[in-house]
């Protein structure tokens, strides 16, 4: 079993940023992708960004664009997201997912279906 751990959220006024980080826990674990997805009171659960393993090509939600970038760190199994110009509408619980390389099937990036594994979640708040 892979355990995906994030850490890095808190609390930031608008305009600020914070760096999230997500680590699996098992070193023998070879992913596919990585990705971070969101999710408020109001809103279902949505996709923000994901990078493949292989290649580092990189997909964004469009609400998240030239904001937020994500990044990876081979040797450690982990992957980062930072967040930069942070509005009250990011304000959400961020999750951490991950596609294992054995998976079946295409690879769609903002479909939650598509990743096997999923972190806690980690509360990221903007004050206006």
């Known amino acids: 079993q892979v355990r995906l751990v994030e850490s890095g959220g808190g609390l930031v006024q608008a305009g600020g940023s914070l760096r999230l980080s997500c680590a699996a826990s098992?070193?023998?674990?070879?992913?596919?992708?990585m990705g971070w997805f969101r999710q408020s009171p109001v809103k279902e659960r949505e996709f923000v960004a994901a990078?493949?393993?292989?290649?580092?090509?990189?997909y964004y939600a469009d609400s998240v664009k030239g904001r937020f970038t994500i990044s990876r760190d081979y040797a450690n199994n982990a992957v980062y997201l930072q967040m930069n110009s942070l509005k009250p509408e990011d304000t959400a619980v961020y999750y951490c997912?991950?596609?294992?390389?054995?998976?079946?099937?295409?690879?769609?990036?903002?479909?939650?279906?598509?990743?096997?594994?999923w972190g806690q979640g980690i509360q990221v708040t903007v004050s206006s």
């Open positions: 098992r070193r023998t674990f070879t992913s596919y992708a």
């Open positions: 997912a991950a596609r294992s390389i054995d998976a079946s099937g295409g690879y769609y990036p903002p479909n939650p279906r598509n990743y096997d594994y």
């Open positions: 990078i493949r393993w292989t290649d580092a090509n990189t």
